[in-house]
Structure formats: structure tokens, C-alpha cells
């Protein structure tokens, strides 16, 4: 269940879905300045959770109009902003990991807390990866850049929920090398 922890903050169920994990490091993407980033993937059927995205997408339109318009004489209407849930079956047709997803991308420059399910400290940076499970807290805002306008997604604490299978086909030493004895000499 999603919940709403302000108007613009929310709280997602803990099961959706982590990818593109870069949540220990910052990364830079084409020479922009690093951020804390993550892929937050909601399924279509937890609506929820998307309700309450959508409602804090709108309060942050309602309370950024004065951003939006900047030297404006309007705000632009809200169906004609960016918006950062973005539906995973029409942008990626032909991706199986991403069929009745939704999806959000969120970052943030200061480094998100990451907790387990009983709020420990998740300090093993091996524990987070792409394909964990778990709940995110997420803030949303309106944005000006002058070419463009919109309502991003900020990532602001993140809660492992459950393990599942690693996303991008990168297989453990464990899995690589299970099943093999000793002697087995594959160069012979």
C-alpha cells in the first residue's frame, strides 16, 4: 500500500521493483554532475500506489506554478509538462523486464538512506542492486530550465523489501562456477 507522507512525498508499496541501482555511489550520466539515481518500477496493477504518484504529481504542479511560469504569462497546463511516471509497455515494446510496469526515474544529489525491512542500515553495498524489491520515498517538484518545464522525481530514502532475480544478466561467481569439480580442465 502507497502512502502519502505530504502532498508532494510518497511512500511507495514494497513491491516494486529497483533498476539501475546507484544508490552508494553517485553517477555521472554524459558529464553531468553526479547523482544518487534509481529506476523505481510500479506495476500496473498496484493503483495505489499509483494514486497517490499521480496526486503528488498534481500538488507539485499546484504548488510550483510560480517556477512554471517564470518570466512567463502563464503556467502551461499540466497535461502539456514533462512528467516523470512514464508507462514501461509504450516506451519499451519490446523489453519483457519492463511489460505491465510503470516506471519512475528519480535522483537526488544527497545519498539516499537505504534500510532493511526492520529499518537497519543496509551497509553492504552488494545487498542493493537491480531487481531488489522494496518500498521508496519519493518527492516530487515542479522544475523551469528555461527549454524545459516539467515535475521531476526525487529518490529520498529507500526501504529492501525482499531479494529477486539480479536485472542485466550478470550472473554470480556462485552461479558461474557451481557444479564444476577440481580437475575439470576445459582448455584441454
Same mark, same amino acid.
Not at 537497519?120 to 537491480?130: C, G, K, M, T, V
Given at each position: ?21 546507484? !544508490? ?15 529506476? !523505481? ?19 507539485? =504542479? ?13 503556467? &502551461? ?17 519490446? /523489453?519483457?523486464?519492463?511489460? +505491465? =510496469? =510503470? ?10 538512506? !537505504? !534500510?532493511?525491512? /526492520? ?17 521508496? %520515498? ?7 530550465? +528555461? ?17 529477486? &532475480? ?9 552461479? /558461474? ?10 582448455? %584441454?
Amino acid at each position: 500500500m502507497a502512502k502519502i507522507m505530504s502532498s508532494t512525498k510518497v511512500i511507495t508499496s514494497p513491491e516494486t521493483l529497483w533498476s539501475y541501482v546507484h !544508490v552508494t555511489q553517485p553517477q555521472s550520466i554524459n558529464g553531468s554532475e553526479p547523482k544518487y539515481s534509481i529506476q !523505481v518500477r510500479i506495476k500496473k496493477t498496484d493503483t495505489k500506489t499509483i494514486d497517490a504518484v499521480q496526486k503528488a504529481m498534481r500538488a507539485a =504542479y499546484e504548488e510550483g506554478q510560480a517556477k512554471l511560469k517564470g518570466t512567463g504569462k502563464s503556467v &502551461p497546463p499540466y497535461d502539456t509538462l514533462k512528467k516523470p511516471l512514464r508507462d514501461g509497455d509504450q516506451e519499451f515494446p519490446d /523489453d519483457e523486464s519492463m511489460a +505491465g =510496469y =510503470y516506471f519512475i526515474n528519480a535522483n537526488n544529489r544527497q545519498k539516499p538512506g !537505504v !534500510v532493511d525491512r /526492520d529499518r537497519n542500515p543496509i551497509l553492504d553495498p552488494d545487498e542493493i542492486y537491480s531487481g531488489c524489491f522494496g518500498r521508496c %520515498s519519493l518527492g516530487f517538484f515542479a522544475y523551469n530550465t +528555461g527549454s524545459s518545464k516539467g515535475i521531476a522525481c526525487a529518490i529520498n530514502n529507500l526501504q529492501k523489501w525482499n531479494d529477486g &532475480p539480479r536485472l542485466g544478466g550478470h550472473a554470480t561467481a556462485e552461479e /558461474d562456477f557451481a557444479g564444476l569439480d577440481d580437475d575439470d580442465d576445459f582448455l %584441454s
